[in-house]
Every structure is written in structure tokens, then in C-alpha cells.
């Protein structure tokens, strides 16, 4: 019986060629630091706050089919994105016209 070929994509290919050269390390302290990151973790998904905006349907298609392409709600999307902005971790593309 042949195997199925599972298709990578470059970000998991780099991982497996990163674990396959044993370049991964392992964590001191590992038991403290999986429960900080857990805290960390927790505090981020914490959602105790409602916000309701209007947007044009246009745009809220637009991220509705990205979350389907993502398996995930459009809500979900939304707050993530949020988070990614005021954390600094949301990258702009400028192109040049």
C-alpha cells in the first residue's frame, strides 16, 4: 500500500528541515515556561469585552471568505486582527504603484 503524500507548505518545510538537521534545543525549565506561555495564552483569548462596528458588506465578505479559507469564524479573524495591529505584528504591504 503506497503512502499518502502530505504537500507542505514553505513555513512547515523549513521546520522539518530544521528538526531533521537537529537544530531545535531544548527549553530550560520547560514545566515554568509552558506555564507562562499557558498565561500568556489565556490572557490573549481572554474575550470580556462586546464591540459593535458597521462595515461595508463588501469588506465583511471579503473577510468571511478568507476565515472559510482559514477553517475559521469571521469573528475570530476580525479579533485577531485587531490584536496583530496593536501589538505591532500586523504587516502592511505597500506596493508601489
Do not use: C, W
Not at 36 to 48: C, G, L, P, V, W
Request: aromatic content about 6%; overall charge positive; proline content about 2%.
Amino acid at each position: 500500500m503506497k503512502k499518502k503524500e502530505i504537500k507542505l507548505d514553505s513555513e512547515e518545510q523549513e521546520l522539518l528541515k530544521a528538526y531533521e538537521n537537529d537544530e531545535f534545543e531544548s527549553v530550560p525549565n520547560l514545566k515554568k515556561e509552558l506555564k507562562r506561555y499557558s498565561k500568556y495564552a489565556k490572557e490573549t483569548i481572554k474575550k470580556n469585552k462586546r464591540l459593535n462596528i458597521r462595515i461595508s458588506e463588501r469588506d465583511l465578505e471579503a473577510i468571511q471568505r478568507k476565515a472559510i479559507a482559514d477553517g475559521i469564524p469571521y469573528q475570530t479573524l476580525i479579533s485577531s486582527l485587531i490584536h496583530k495591529f496593536v501589538t505591532g505584528k500586523l504587516i502592511e504591504d505597500r506596493k508601489v504603484a
